[in-house]
Nanobody
Framework: QVQLAESGGGLAQAGGTLRLSCAAS????????MAWYRQAPGSPRERVAS???????TYADSVKGRFTVARDDAKYMSFLHMNALKPEDTAVYYC???????????????WGQGTQVTVTS
């Protein structure tokens, strides 16, 4: 069994900074791509950023130049550094990762429970 857990959400003022963390635990054998998604009320879930096993990153246009995604494979963690926050960044942020279980070596997508980020103007 594999679990993902986010931390680091909260309240920030426009122009401020927050850092989200995601930790994978359980029967982790290998982690492929790790990503961050967000969902605002009444809106579909959108991918914010991703980082592949080789370190290749992708970003949504709305966060390019402001957000940075990173990973620490030794600790089975990913991070989302969010700078120059805007009120429109307000959403529940979800961690996602493609993880191989060490019992089966099957790679499956896993999700965290989400963490609220609220940016005030």
């Amino acid at each position: 069994q594999v679990q993902l857990a986010e931390s680091g959400g909260g309240l920030a003022q426009a122009g401020g900074t927050l850092r989200l963390s995601c930790a994978a635990s359980g029967s982790v054998f290998n982690i492929n791509t790790m990503a961050w998604y967000r969902q605002a009320p009444g809106s579909p879930r959108e991918r914010v950023a991703s980082i592949a096993h080789d370190g290749t990153t992708t970003y949504a246009d709305s966060v390019k130049g402001r957000f940075t995604v990173a990973r620490d494979d030794a600790k089975y963690m990913s991070f989302l550094h969010m700078n120059a926050l805007k009120p429109e960044d307000t959403a529940v942020y979800y961690c996602n990762a493609y993880v191989s279980d060490y019992h089966t070596h099957y790679e499956l997508p896993y999700w965290g429970q989400g963490t609220q980020v609220t940016v005030t103007s």
